[in-house]
């Protein structure tokens, strides 16, 4: 099989075993890169040298007999909303292109440790704001699957990146289903971890209650040796949980054969209203039915709360936004622009930056958040969101005195074509109709690749209690198992043939 169609775990086991290097497979992923991203648009910078840097140290400390991390050579790509020092970072946003940042967030710390040579970082939605990559400063990314569609948002970069073979696996972000919903219709597995399980030190934050980095990968096993490589316990990180002693790749293990007698897994009614595009509650209930085979107990669960979630998390998010990017206006942080008449004040100077600097959506939340925030609407707005998040928290701890985990379409339709959305904020927003909740409560959730309509992939979340990321990784290799194989191989990756 092709270097950079085989999985983080088999790269790891060839490297180690000297039956490829570490250059060999860093310079077969910066090949295809260089091949293929031109079209794809999935990357916003590629580090060539840094990457064929940190392979060729990796190769020549094997040659010397020492020891090395277990996944020491397998290269991985990263959301550009993540800071990495030296590199451009620059959240998808005019704001801060050409931007360099001074640290490295402790994600990237911990992948430096791991030794994995960091290709590039990838293409977002602006601020992650977007669910289509298409609020992009730079430009969109396309789906490898379908170049004429989104690869999702707000990081489709790193999805797509994965989807075409640019990357084995890669870092993303999500605060309402930003790793989730583009994993979902670019056929990758895209994890959620428990809020606090992973740092979110030098990640660039949106929202800060909702933000949460996770894995992106091919297969649900390399998504757990991911989140486990990147996380831990963080003092720096005020919200970072302890460390704990499970071990996420063997439960990702025990899940792959998929015998789930006593099992109980539920599906949440509120969920399954109307909304889907055509195909993708088939895909949904064949998988419902491949589970039922193996000896799964499907429970019907009730969360009252669920309808009202998503206007609660476009309440919540659009605020703690809106006050996390008042830092950027010129003066601490962010490209600075003139005013072109009037005097020139810092109030000016402010009003001609943020107007020039900011897209469209990145405006249209600030200006929500701001307003949701002030002086008589607070307690209306805010506070009542923040009332419903609560009572999604309740229903959900409810649900899992019930059932071990929860199952549920991951996004509404397949990929849809650019521009179809664009102009109806509303109808993008509810791409995160069942992402939307796991944020709200903390909890984790991942997407694993569960067929196809019309070619395109479909995805099916598994969403579990808070700290049980083992089981959410256990019942998503269920998942993976019982999945026709072609739902996570895209056939054609620009042109080439199926």
Same mark, same amino acid.
């Given at each position: ?36 991203d031109t079209q794809l ?39 550009d909303n993540i800071c ?89 972000s999500d605060t309402g ?94 969920? !399954? =209203? *109307?909304? $889907?595009?055509?195909?993708?509650? /088939?895909?949904? @209930? &064949? ?6 085979? %193996? ?14 979630? !998503? =206007? *609660?998390? $476009?309440?919540?998010?659009?605020? /703690?936004?809106? @006050? &996390? ?6 003066? %601490? ?166």
């Amino acid at each position: 099989m092709e270097i950079v169609k085989k999985t983080a775990r088999e790269l790891a086991e060839l490297i180690r075993a000297g039956e490829l290097s570490s250059v060999e497979v860093t310079q077969a992923f910066l090949a295809r890169i260089e091949k293929l991203d031109t079209q794809l648009h999935a990357f916003l910078f590629v580090d060539k040298e840094g990457a064929l840097a940190a392979a060729k140290a990796v190769d020549a400390d094997l040659a010397a007999g020492k020891e090395l991390p277990p996944y020491a050579g397998v290269p991985i790509a990263i959301k550009d909303n993540i800071c990495q020092r030296g590199i451009p970072t620059t959240c998808g946003s005019a704001m801060l292109e050409g931007w360099k940042a001074p640290y490295d967030a402790t994600v990237v710390r911990n992948i430096k440790a791991a030794r994995l040579p960091i290709l590039g970082h990838t293409n977002m939605d602006e601020f992650a704001m977007g669910s289509s990559t298409e609020h992009s400063a730079f430009g969109p990314t396309r789906n490898p699957w379908d170049t004429s569609r989104i690869p999702g948002g707000s990081g489709g970069g790193s999805a797509a990146a994965v989807a075409a073979y640019l990357a084995p696996w890669a870092l993303g972000s999500d605060t309402g289903g930003s790793i989730r919903q583009p994993g979902a219709v670019t056929g990758t597995v895209g994890a959620k971890p428990t809020y606090g399980a992973i740092s979110r030190y030098g990640l660039i934050a949106m929202a800060s209650s909702l933000d949460q980095i996770g894995p992106v990968a091919r297969t649900v096993e390399d998504a757990a040796i991911l989140q486990t490589l990147v996380g831990g316990h963080d003092p720096l990180d005020s919200t970072s949980l302890p460390d704990t002693e499970v071990d996420l790749p063997a439960a990702a293990q025990k899940g792959k054969p998929a015998d789930l007698h006593g099992c109980k897994i539920g599906i949440v009614k509120e969920t !399954l =209203a *109307a909304g $889907y595009g055509e195909g993708v509650l /088939e895909v949904f @209930s &064949n998988t419902l039915d491949s589970l039922r085979e %193996r000896g799964a107990e499907i429970v019907e669960i009730s969360c009252p709360s669920f309808e009202y979630a !998503l =206007a *609660a998390y $476009y309440l919540i998010m659009p605020a /703690e936004a809106s @006050s &996390n990017l008042a830092r950027f206006d010129g003066v %601490r942080y962010g490209n600075r622009v003139e005013p072109t008449s009037g005097p020139v004040t810092a109030e000016t100077m402010m009003r001609a930056t943020r107007e020039a600097k900011f897209g469209v959506e990145v405006k249209r939340r600030i200006i929500l958040g701001t307003h949701v925030l002030s002086a008589g609407f607070y307690d209306s707005y805010y506070g009542s969101a923040q009332k419903v998040r609560t009572l999604v928290q309740r229903d959900l701890a409810a649900a899992f005195s019930k059932v071990a985990v929860l199952i549920s379409p991951t996004a509404p339709t397949v990929a849809f074509r650019f521009g179809e959305n664009i102009n109806d904020p509303m109808k993008m927003y509810l791409n995160d109709m069942t992402t939307i909740p796991a944020n709200l409560a903390g909890v984790p959730a991942m997407t694993i690749p569960a067929g196809l309509v019309n070619g395109l992939p479909v995805g099916v979340q598994v969403m579990a209690p808070a700290h049980a990321d083992a089981s959410m990784y256990e019942y998503a290799a269920a998942v993976e198992a019982l999945a026709p194989a072609a739902a996570s191989e895209c056939p054609v990756a620009m042109g080439e043939e199926k």
